[in-house]
């Protein structure tokens, strides 16, 4: 059966971001997929040594992570025509690479997204059977879990993105157009960019790069000098549907965060203001403001002009959509506003996003 590369999500146009959450800006990039007893068990994730090394070279850093990379092969359902014909099942394929001991997969929601089986090829040919942990969709990022022996499993250090700089050298390794343990290299281009997700919540400080990322890539590591995962890669810029220079990764620091909670519970919680944001304003102007939402629960009405979260000044959307990003839901916090001239503070309980 002939599989077809999971697209990489494209980015087509620019877009008002919905409502903020741990995500949602002023701008957003649009889309294109026992007995109840508490068990602990203690698992490696490989964290990234902070000490400052010389930089690898693309070669280096590929020997270093190659074997932590995988191929994602999932089987979905087919979709019956009107005439009653189609159905069966259709293959597609992403990337992926290994979080933990333990067998914990990290890639994309829209790798997983509808798969009826998920099969994972490691580096040296063999393939095993996985199922879903958890997926945030929100973030386009789902866990997987493989069932392989010890010797199969070489999780990848994870690195602190906030640490990056533009210029920074970055490699992309992944499953391009299904041409496994292919790699790429480039620079950061940009830091800070807000890309959409599938449901219309922003991502935000996502890495802009132009290290080649074409549809197949999806999920795989996004890679520094040390060779530590600093981004999964997502989405593409493009007016042909491939790669033109311009790929954005999710950040190792939401990944971190949303992996974490997806291994411990199986799904990921953000706080949520429950406000849209004007895309025309230079500041943080509510366009809309949710019904029964925390914001609407504290008073802030479309219009009003948001300009600090907890003692933290708000100039941008974005800024607004960080700051929310930084508590939990159930946290009070202080939002400062501007309306008619006159400036108010109120004390907003945070929800928590929709799914």
């Known amino acids: 059966m002939p599989r077809r590369p999971r697209q990489t999500t494209i980015v087509a146009s620019l877009l008002a971001a919905a409502c903020l959450g741990a995500g949602g800006g002023a701008v957003a990039y649009s889309t294109l997929h026992d007995n109840g007893n508490t068990v602990v068990k203690q698992v490696t994730v490989q964290q990234a040594d902070t000490a400052s ?3 690898l070279s ?4 590929y020997r270093r992570a190659y074997r932590g990379v995988v191929e994602i092969t999932v089987t979905e359902a087919g979709t019956a025509t009107p005439f009653g014909g189609g ?39 063999k393939t095993y059977s996985a199922t879903v942990v958890g997926v945030d969709k929100s973030t386009d990022l789902a866990v997987i879990k493989v069932d392989a022996p010890a010797s199969e499993l070489y999780p990848l250090a994870v690195g602190d993105s906030t640490q990056l700089q533009v210029g920074d050298g970055v490699v992309a390794i992944g499953s391009p157009f299904g041409l496994e343990e292919t790699v790429t290299s480039g620079i950061v281009s940009a830091l800070h960019r807000a890309i959409q997700g599938v449901t219309n919540f922003t991502i935000n400080d996502s890495i802009q790069t132009d290290a080649a990322i074409n549809h197949g890539n999806s999920g795989g590591p996004l890679l520094n000098t040390q060779g530590q995962v600093v981004g999964v890669n997502a989405q593409i810029k493009s007016d042909s549907g491939g790669n033109e220079g311009v790929g954005f990764s999710i950040p190792s620091d939401t990944v971190k965060s949303v992996a974490s909670q997806l291994i411990a519970t199986g799904k ?20 809309s403001v949710k ?17 600090a979260v907890a003692g933290t000044s708000i100039a941008t959307g974005d800024d607004l959509s960080r700051a929310i990003d930084a508590h939990k839901p159930g946290d009070k916090v202080s939002v400062t506003f501007k309306r008619g001239g006159s400036e108010h503070t109120v004390t907003v309980t945070l929800a928590t996003r929709p799914n």
């Open 58 to 61: 693309v070669n280096q850093i």
């Open 268 to 287: 990921a919680v953000h706080a949520y203001l429950g406000v849209g944001i004007d895309s025309n304003a230079s500041n943080a102007r509510l366009a």
């Open 87 to 125: 159905g069966g099942q259709a293959q597609a394929q992403g990337s992926g690479w290994v979080y933990d001991t333990d067998g914990h997969i990290v890639t994309n929601d829209h790798v997983v997204n509808g798969s009826t089986s998920i099969k994972v090829r490691f580096w040296d040919g």
């Open 53 to 55: 090394a010389s930089p």
């Open 291 to 307: 019904d029964g939402g925390a914001a609407k629960q504290a008073g802030l009405k479309t219009g009003d002009v948001i300009t």
